[in-house]
């Protein structure tokens, strides 16, 4: 039980307020257990996804016909699919491409998302409604003709993959982030900003961002399954990811045709990817808690 | 908040005409069109459809007679997939089973939601944290193209209980209902746990702990709707998109909805169809935001404290 | 072994499930009647159709989904045995054949009756010939009346005066059609739905008869002529016809009604058969051929199919422009491993077009596989084990079957060639545009026979066929298909198309792969349903029969 104006002292204490509040935050997260455990094993399966293809158990694309679809044995410890190809080596090829588009998500709507909502909610007035209705026309556009135009336009190119991805990925949090802000610029400490003369910026940039990024961390950890399934989606429309390469969302579509036959293609996809989330949920906690300024005075 | 609202609702105007504009100019680049076939039309017939659905035309003058008549007599003209109805017939048959189907996945989503993610912010880092978190994690890991076909495969061919598929008996309608709702269950619960953390931890909490209230005071009175904010922020796109349908949840179960309509008018190339969900969504997209604006006013804590 | 092994991890799957349900719902309730129990006793047939239906208008819509209810409805002056298709007797209780074979008499009974209770006339069918062929209402299927004299003047509008048309009413109850040619097949053209005959009244009264967007076909509106009549269309839901009480022939008809369900999901109407909801489905799930095959092959159907599964190749493009690289590729395709393997529905590979008994037809000139020799045309070609060969691409539409056999084509090539391929999925209408513009390398297709006979595969590939689509042109070709329309003498002719396909193989702009199998699961009690090579299901015929 410290300080009554634990808040106020944090934010407008001009120099060290964000070297204290990362600083902070690091060292309560170290501390965080599980969220280290899901930070490590999130490290541990990118690092393995992401060497695979110098160090794969086999290939992606080596066909076995005469094999078929096999239960998991010595020579293939996860199976094998409807080609007889190797299932471990499938999913770490898949891997890298669902992690990518996870972190492109999360960065889009993490930069665009949180900056939009955030300048939105404190600014208001005009330049708010015009932001807002420029989202909803967002949301209210049809996505898939959006994506075949992208197609038509522009050609095949991952990089496009991500910018559709992120297109929408930020619009949520845009407006998460904007509900957030408003309630706080009622708070004393962001009054009290003003009062002192802080420019719009500063006080958008210092004050409203840090203490929202709890909830961000938190939405943002919810995204990634959303949009490494909707990777699947866009590899349906020819924009994702081009046979043989995989990735978990199109592993875990096909797995689920033949989940009473050969329900190992369903549920190793989809272990990799739910551990995933959960280490990321943990993650995302444990840094909601870590971000959290008040908590710590507990 | 009257003026508010009635401002919004102009407000809606431009967005919907913005949105009928872009969609129907990108609609005319899009590959491909809603004759064809693989077996292709003969350019004569081609020629004699087309001119029926007054295709022939430039296309600035498809776009002022089809908002000539859309905004004079609400017609969203004919279904260029299916011949014999009207897209106002389709959607008027499809929608209410759409809005039934996501209203109930959407009680579903809240009632358990927000009840573990209350329960879970209140008893922090113990299993009444830990397995209602990790429950809602795994709803949002296993995609409902995987839970719907579980739940048939259990209830309806196990133990007989339901049917596999349709929408004709009150009973056909729980396992959509749960495979929809269970994905928003997660969010809304994990979204709910983190409002509710950060709103426990502040000031005037801590003075109303201090004086000695109670944890149901605490928790209703003071907590509840400042700890809401983010789920309401989120549940306003997410309710105009759980009530025009899960397409996955309506094949799954076979619901005669409009997600197929919303969905299948792109593929098909549909254009009046498409441009009939595409306004539909949006006026939901503007109503449910809306509708969410006005809930956060009224449930931010600190201009209630102000009054 | 290893199937014993894979069911009895499903069936230690189903019962985990089950254990873990126990828990959570309602220990030991019994069982509850399910929907084909009280359609055994009803004599109700639950049906999955595949996709709703675009409308039940016979001059408006081209799909086999359509056509499958529109069969319930209306009858043609010919229908079809049940057993192997062959045309019996329909509206027309008998016709004379001209002894030139162009002239065609049908005489129509005197008991057939709309579901109006209005008789059917000559003049009906007349009326109905003359809409299908009018040009504004751009009816897809009007090509199936080109036999005609005239016909197709008349729909391309060279022709404005419909009575110069090989139609003519004789009576009320006589109807005469003069052919162009000597046609074999135009009895089977019969059976097709641009045939059926409308009760033009009812169209006019709900719209304009000559234009599309008309709603005459709604329950209480539609008026037809066959053994059910319209009692209920829930879009996407259902649609279901009941049994007509005017149908001259309704002392055959045993079934009460039948319910067409558009099921899109084929692992949903899988469940929705094993829930016990519908007595014939309209396909199953290729991974579930191998479990029905062990466990359940009572209700497993699976049977020949006039549809082939082939790759069209670009003969534009570079480097399958060269007819040796073509060749070179098609025999480097196992499809003996693509059937057993992948498909497993029972298929024949294909290594020709046609499928092999088309209206007694065989296809002489066989496709051989042979690395060897693909090897060495490759080298002739320019390209020695591959070498210095360009990527080539394989389009396809985004279907996961689709996928598979492109991916194990894509792995054929690369080792037995040292080809490489690039896979390209797009969406249906964008791959649609793609391959009408000629727009890819290598392009998955697939062809349903319209009728019983090697034309409706060997015209596609003339010159100027809208279904063509491979950039090749080929005026010796072109010759032998129309000398086989004009040979009178049906052995002849049946040479004529040998002689054609053989050119067709040796130059290959298509690489055949397979042919199709129906598959589909159909409970016992089911009677009077044959499987047929172009699936159609006469359902006066049928009933259900439980067992006591």
Known sequence: MSAEFPTVTQHTGEVEAGQSLWQDAWHRLRQNKLALIGACFIALLTIACFLTPLIAPGSYEKTNLALGPAAPSHAHWLGTDILGRDMLSRILFGGCISLSVGLAATLVSVLIGVLYGAISGYVGGRLDVVMMRVVDIAYSLPFVVFVILILVVFGRNIVLLFMAIGAVSWLDMARIVRGQVMSLKKQEFVEAAVALGLRKRRIILRHMIPNVLGIVAIYATLIVPSVMLLEAFLSFLGLGVQAPMSSWGTLINDGRKSMEEYPWLLIYPSLFFSLTLFSLNFLGDGLRDALDVRASKD | MLRFILKRILEAIPVLFIVATITFFLLHRMPGGPFDTERPMTPEVKKQVEAYYGLDKPVAQQYFNYMKRLVLHGDLGMSQKYFGWSVNELLAGSLPVSLELGLEGLLFALFFGLLAGIIASLRKNTASDYVPMSIATLGICIPNFVTGPLLILVFAIYFGQFNASGWNFPRDRILPAMTLGLYYMAYISRLTRGGMLEILNQDFIRTARAKGASERRIVWKHSLRGGLLSVVSFLGPAVSGIVTGSLVVELIFDIPGAARFFVGAAFNRDGPMLMGTTLVYAVLVVVMNLLADVVQIWMNPRLRFEE | ?548
């Open chain 3, 1 to 548: 072994m290893q199937f014993a092994s894979k069911h009895l991890s499903r069936r230690r799957f189903v019962h985990c499930l089950g254990a873990a349900a126990t828990f959570s719902l309602l220990p030991g309730c019994a069982k509850r009647e399910t929907l084909v129990e009280v359609g055994d006793r009803d004599l109700v047939l639950h049906l999955g159709n595949g996709t709703e239906p675009q409308d039940i208008d016979p001059g408006v819509v081209t799909g086999v989904q359509e056509y499958h209810i529109m069969m319930s409805l209306l009858e043609g002056l010919v229908s079809e045995d049940p057993v192997d298709l062959h045309p019996v007797p329909g509206v027309a209780e008998r016709w004379d054949v001209s002894p030139d074979r162009r002239v065609y008499t049908f005489h129509l009974r005197d008991n057939a009756k709309w579901s109006n209770g209005e008789p059917v006339t000559a003049r009906d069918f007349l009326e109905t010939y003359q809409r299908n062929l009018t040009p504004s209402l751009g009816y897809e299927y009007s090509y199936m009346h080109f036999v005609v004299k005239n016909a197709e003047a008349y729909n391309t509008g060279k022709l404005t005066d419909f009575n110069q048309c090989g139609y003519k009413v004789i009576d009320d109850r006589t109807l005469e059609v003069t052919l162009d040619n000597p046609t074999p097949y135009f009895l089977s053209l019969l059976l097709h739905h641009s045939w059926y005959p409308v009760h033009m009244p009812t169209l006019r009264k709900y719209g304009d008869p000559y234009q599309r967007g008309n709603r005459w076909t709604r329950p209480g509106r539609y008026v037809g002529n066959g053994s059910f009549v319209l009692a209920k269309w829930r879009v996407n839901d259902v649609i279901e016809v009941r049994k007509s009480p005017t149908y001259w022939d309704r002392e055959r008809v045993k079934l009460n009604a039948i319910r067409f369900y558009p099921i899109e999901s084929d692992d949903t109407e899988e469940r929705a058969f094993r829930a016990g909801q519908l007595h014939i489905t309209y396909t199953l799930p290729p991974s579930k051929i191998e479990y029905y095959k062990t466990n359940n092959a009572a209700v497993l159907q699976i049977f020949p199919f006039l549809t082939t599964y082939f790759y069209r190749v670009n003969v534009t493009k570079p480097p399958v422009n060269d007819k040796r690289v073509r060749k070179a590729l098609a025999m480097a395709i196992d499809r003996e491993s693509i059937v057993k393997d992948i498909v497993k529905g029972g298929e024949i590979p294909a290594f020709n077009l046609t499928p092999p008994g088309t209206a007694g037809y065989t296809c002489r000139a066989q496709l051989r596989e042979d690395i060897a020799a693909a090897k060495q045309l490759l080298a002739e070609a320019g390209y020695p084990d591959g070498k210095g060969m360009p990527p080539v691409e394989i389009l396809y539409n985004t279907l996961e079957s689709h996928r598979t056999i492109a991916e194990a084509i894509q792995e054929m090539w690369k080792t037995k060639l040292g080809v490489d391929a690039r896979l390209v999925n797009e969406e249906w209408k964008v791959y649609l545009d793609s391959q009408r513009s000629l727009n890819y390398q290598v392009c998955r297709a697939g062809w349903t026979g319209d009728y019983d006979d090697p034309n409706t595969f060997l015209d596609l590939w003339t010159t100027g066929s809208g279904n063509n689509e491979t950039g090749w042109s080929n005026p010796e070709y072109d010759q032998l298909i129309v000398q086989a329309a004009a040979t009178v003498d049906p052995q002849q002719r049946l040479e004529v198309f040998q002689k054609a396909e053989a050119l067709l193989m040796d130059e290959m702009p298509i690489i055949p792969i397979y042919f199709y199998t129906r598959i589909y699961l159909q409970r016992p009690e089911v009677k009077g349903w044959y499987s047929n090579i172009l699936d159609n299901h006469p359902y006066k015929y049928m009933s259900l029969e439980a067992p006591k």
